[in-house]
């Protein structure tokens, strides 16, 4: 249901970079806020989780750089992206 209605407002003919970045920004945020509870919580996990909060960081940061590049200039953009 949630990635339909994600999909959907993409999809959307009035959508901004602004909205575009902040849906794709919260679908992936979540899982980069999970990564240091698995990593912490994962006694009882066969699989190694060591280093799950160290690539949760890299792909906060990264994130945070992608955002700042789609929405450089978007202040002085008007015009939405599908028209």
Known sequence: MVLLFVFYQICHQSI?????????????????LLTPVYE???AGNPDPTQGMAAVGLV????????????LKGER??????FG
Do not use: N
Not at 76 to 81: G, S
């Open 16 to 32: 901004t970079k602004r909205h575009m970045a902040s849906l794709i920004s919260g679908s992936l945020l979540f899982w980069i």
């Open 40 to 42: 912490l919580g994962g």
């Open 59 to 70: 792909s906060l940061f990264l994130l945070l750089i992608w955002r700042r590049m789609v």
């Open 76 to 81: 002085y953009e008007k015009h939405h992206i």
